[in-house]
Antibody, heavy 122, light 110 residues
Framework: QVQLVESGGGVVQPGRSLRLSCAAS????????MHWVRQAPGKGLECVSL????????YYADSVKGRFTISRDSSKNTLYLQMNSLRAEDTAVYYC???????????????WGQGTLVTVSS | QSVLTQPPSVSEAPRQRVTISCSGS????????VNWYQQLPGKAPKLLIY???LLPSGVSDRFSGSKSGTSASLAISGLQSEDEADYYC???????????FGTGTKVTVL
């Protein structure tokens, strides 16, 4: 069965960095696009970044552009999100999701991990 | 700020039917598939409807989706207490070249 396990969250001071990881299993990781979706406390869902199955396309929300970097390592079946220059407004649960729904060359999440909490506070 | 607009909340009695609307534009709903997600309290989102109106395996047929132009809807029939959750529509946006979520709707069973 599809499993996605996020790690790397925690409490970090503003301006510092953090790297999130998502270990994937139960499917051919290299064949799927992947998403990072976050949810601030009491707020809705926001797709902050996504990467195509072969890494040829990467998307970043305006709120994180220039600060976050998405990457993937198919040899380790792992998705990453490098987060630099963190701000208080980046505080959220970060979910990793498989892009199992495809249409016209784009991808949408089907399976989700349980999330990892990132708290940016001094 | 989300580009897909949903009502903040809807409520109805058990066994009744509720409908949640999702309003977008020609760059998202009008030109791409709509998906719906259910998020139970304290849990990760779960795919509920994909490609506008298809149900993933294991999802109750009390849930149904539809789309017309730049708007989509999720209907829940035979409402049950276990349906109390937040529901999000989502679609690809051709202008942003990314995936966007609706503002979310909280469903309360009276």
């Amino acid at each position: 069965q599809v499993q996605l396990v996020e790690s790397g969250g925690g409490v970090v001071q503003p301006g510092r960095s953090l790297r999130l990881s998502c270990a994937a299993s139960g499917f051919t990781f290299s064949s799927y696009g992947m998403h990072w979706v976050r949810q601030a406390p009491g707020k809705g869902l926001e797709c902050v970044s996504l990467i195509w199955y072969d890494g040829s396309y990467k998307y970043y929300a305006d709120s994180v552009k220039g600060r976050f970097t998405i990457s993937r390592d198919s040899s380790k079946n792992t998705l990453y999100l490098q987060m630099n220059s963190l701000r208080a407004e980046d505080t959220a649960v970060y979910y990793c999701a498989r892009g199992g729904i495809t249409f016209g060359g784009v991808t949408a999440p089907d399976y989700w991990g349980q999330g990892t909490l990132v708290t940016v506070s001094s | 700020q989300s580009v897909l607009t949903q009502p903040p909340s809807v409520s109805e009695a058990p066994r009744q039917r509720v409908t949640i609307s999702c309003s977008g534009s020609s760059s998202n709903i009008g030109n791409n598939a709509v998906n719906w997600y259910q998020q139970l309290p304290g849990k990760a989102p779960k795919l509920l409807i994909y490609y506008d109106d298809l149900l993933p395996s294991g999802v109750s047929d009390r849930f149904s989706g539809s789309k017309s132009g730049t708007s989509a809807s999720l209907a829940i029939s035979g409402l049950q207490s276990e349906d109390e959750a937040d529901y999000y529509c989502a679609s690809w946006d051709d202008s942003l070249n990314g995936y966007v979520f609706g503002t979310g709707t909280k469903v309360t069973v009276l």
